[in-house]
């Protein structure tokens, strides 16, 4: 493969990230670097094509979709992704009263760390003014 093919590849790929967060994560820029870099794009592009059929033609649609990651992520503990689908509710039309709702609903199904977890990155938000 040519390296102008593959640089067309990976900015199609970065291009799936911008549409959701308006931006490329740097996990995410991280991983597609090193999967181009072992000639593995095919790998990314097909848990790319995955990852857009569950967040942007669930029956749940985007909005949701997102809240209900964000609430998985709480649960599991995982601050960087739960931030990122934070924000990712708020882009796709979630407010901070929703955020605020699924680390209450993290307070029942994982207990106070997931809640703790949830009120800090809400907090964040609203101290940067991303409502």
Known sequence: MSDATSAQRLEALRDR??????????GAEQRLATAREFGRLDTEEAFMALRHIVLHESPLGDRVQQLVHFGQLLALGRAAPAR???????????????????????LIT?????YA???EIVAELLDRGEA
């Open 84 to 106: 990122l689908h934070a924000r990712g509710a708020l882009q796709a039309g979630a407010g901070l009263a929703e955020l605020v709702a699924v680390a209450e609903t993290a």
């Open 117 to 119: 977890l949830g009120m």
């Open 110 to 114: 994982s207990g106070a760390p997931g």
């Open 17 to 26: 990230f911008r549409v959701t967060y308006r931006a490329v994560p740097p």
